[in-house]
Structure formats: structure tokens, C-alpha cells
């Protein structure tokens, strides 16, 4: 492609971007959600609108914009190409201006704006829900919507202003400027199975000896390839995010508990995490004596620098820290 020609897409791009600051919200909203459900019915439905309603004001954003943003057809909806480049940059100023509007209401009353939180499947289940319990006991009128995401989906999340501030393994976010870091520490990790496993039986293990049987995490950063890529020759990654999957990944780390615990996969884990499996005879620590050591991972509370967190978000922070505290000292 040549310099003219990247040119006059990037004039192009500008002045549709400029177009859509102009247009109501409202209106690019209607586009979003449209695009999401690929159906009148179902968008309408999503929005609480009828079906004329959001015809209408898609009609009056097309018009708006001098272009035709999706293609009908009987049995769905789909966008143009130049609907595509609309869509993104709606979507992104959708979803800045409710952050906008919910950092407003936090500063108005203190605590009654919606505090959003994404964390990893790792380090949700470990501290993050059990803080947000407290906070919730502390104060019932809390408004939280908390997500339990693999780490790229949590970061990918905070960049696009979904949440207020993700808990996650920090390995991936030291290259990366835009995002403020507070280091909450390092949890030491434990293989495990099933008890009964047949690697139990075996008495000094070779990674040719776990390579037969699946790994079940949730997905990783390409920083800690170390933990499958010598027992888990079914792992990949990701040619676009650049994440490890390993044989069976998982959204909750629950559920790799319950695979685990009831089929020969192997998986990973807090001691606090697995140690009632184990006491109820269900699960068995896996140890890999070739390894140096246990795995260990960092976590910590990632946010946007140009943000300042709401009192509520310092609030369920400084007991994610607690909790946090009390997991890996014990």
C-alpha cells in the first residue's frame, strides 16, 4: 500500500471519528448494541426499545453520517465495511463516555456510581471475591459489577475503559506506560490431580511421564511459558494476543478444580485453593521434581495513569490487599 494511499485512509478515519464526536451517544449506542446482536428484534430487546424505535434512529444515523452502517436482510444484520471502521470508534466513545458518566456519579455521592473490576481467574478466586463479600457486608448499597476474566480479556478490558481497575498477574504489564501498578505479592503455586491419579503411583517423575495427560488453566501471559511448555505438548498460542492456551483452557479456575478433580487433567493452584479437595480425598498435590521450584506469579491492582480511582475502588483495594495478606501467610 502506498504513502497516498495511507494518507487518505487516515483523513478518512479522522473525519469519520470526527463525525461520530458530533452525533448523539445515544444514537452510537443503538449502532452498538445492534452490532453486538446482529438482530433488530434482539437489540431492541437488549435496550429496552421497540423494534420502530431503534429503526428509526439507526435510519437517523445513517443519515447523519452519510453512509449506510449495516446491511439488512431477513434473517440478520450485519455492518458494511465502512460500518466496521464506524462501529470500533463508536464502540470506544460508548464506552469512555460511561465511564465518564459513572467516575461523576462516584465523585457526586462518594460511593453511589458503579465500581467495575476485572480480575484474573487465578486471583479471583484467591482474594478478590472474598473482598468483594466484605464490602458488600460493609456497605449494602454498593453498586459492583466484579468479572472473573483470563488475564487478556481483564486487560484488555481496563484499556478500553470497561472497568475501573483489573487484579491480575503483573509479568506482562512492565512494558506498558499507559497503566499505573500497585504490587499486591507473590502466591507460590501447586500442581495437582485427582487423588488416585496414576502419576501418584510412580515414585520420582519425568516430564515424559505427564506429557500423556491434559493441562487445565485458564489462559497465560507468553511470560509464563515455563509452566506447561515441558508437560503440555498440547498448549498454544494465541497468533493474535500472543496468550498461551493450554491443553483445556478455562474461564474459573472452579471449574479446572471440578475437571481435575474428576478426569486424569492436571492443573494448578493456591494451596488455599486446593487444600479442602485434598482434605476431603478428592484431590492430590502432583510434585514435579525436575523443577527448580514451586511456580510462583505476581499479582497486583493495574488502572489507567490519566484515571484517579473513586473512594469505593481504594475502598474494595485496601481489602483485596488484606485478604491478599492473610492467603499467602498462611
Known amino acids: 500500500m502506498g504513502k497516498g494511499r495511507l494518507q487518505r485512509d487516515a483523513k478518512q478515519r479522522g473525519e469519520r471519528y470526527s463525525l461520530c464526536m458530533e452525533i448523539d451517544l445515544k ?4 449502532a452498538v448494541v445492534l452490532a453486538r446482536h446482529r438482530h433488530f428484534g434482539r437489540a431492541a430487546a437488549a435496550l429496552g426499545v421497540s423494534q420502530p424505535t431503534l429503526s428509526r434512529n439507526i ?26 471502521d464506524v462501529l470500533r470508534m463508536a464502540d470506544e466513545l460508548v464506552a469512555r463516555a460511561e465511564a465518564v458518566s459513572n467516575s461523576l456519579q462516584m465523585v457526586r455521592d462518594g460511593r453511589g456510581g458503579r465500581l467495575r473490576v476485572a480480575a484474573g481467574v487465578y486471583v479471583h478466586d484467591i482474594a478478590v471475591r472474598s473482598a468483594a463479600i466484605d464490602m458488600i457486608k460493609a456497605n449494602s448499597s454498593v453498586r459492583l ?37 500497585e504490587r499486591l505479592g507473590k502466591l507460590v503455586g501447586h500442581y495437582y490431580c485427582r487423588a488416585g491419579h496414576p502419576l501418584l503411583k510412580k515414585t520420582s517423575l519425568r516430564p515424559e511421564d505427564v506429557r500423556p495427560y491434559p493441562f487445565v488453566f485458564s489462559s497465560m501471559s507468553r511470560e509464563k511459558a515455563g509452566l506447561v511448555e515441558d508437560i503440555d505438548p498440547g498448549f498454544t498460542v494465541d497468533s493474535t494476543t500472543g496468550e498461551i492456551l493450554p491443553s483445556i483452557a478455562v474461564s474459573s479456575f472452579g471449574l479446572g478444580v471440578e475437571i481435575a478433580a474428576s478426569t486424569d487433567a492436571i492443573s494448578l493452584g493456591h494451596m488455599s485453593q486446593i487444600k479442602e479437595g485434598i482434605g476431603a480425598g478428592r484431590l492430590a498435590v502432583l510434585n514435579l521434581p525436575w523443577r527448580a521450584g514451586p511456580p510462583v506469579a505476581e499479582m497486583g491492582v493495574a488502572y489507567k495513569r490519566e484515571r484517579t480511582l473513586p473512594p469505593s475502588a481504594r475502598i474494595l483495594i485496601g481489602l483485596i490487599r488484606k485478604r491478599f495478606r492473610a492467603v499467602a501467610q498462611a
Open 27 to 30: 444514537l452510537l449506542q443503538y
Open 59 to 84: 435510519a437517523t444515523l445513517e443519515k447523519q453520517l452519510g453512509m449506510r452502517v449495516f446491511e439488512r436482510s431477513r434473517r440478520d444484520v450485519m455492518a458494511t465495511p465502512a460500518g466496521d
Open 145 to 181: 459489577e466484579l468479572l472473573e476474566r483470563e488475564w487478556t480479556a481483564a486487560l484488555s478490558m481496563l484499556m478500553m475503559d470497561r472497568v475501573d481497575f483489573a487484579v491480575l498477574d503483573i509479568a506482562a504489564l512492565r512494558d506498558m506506560p499507559a497503566l499505573r501498578v
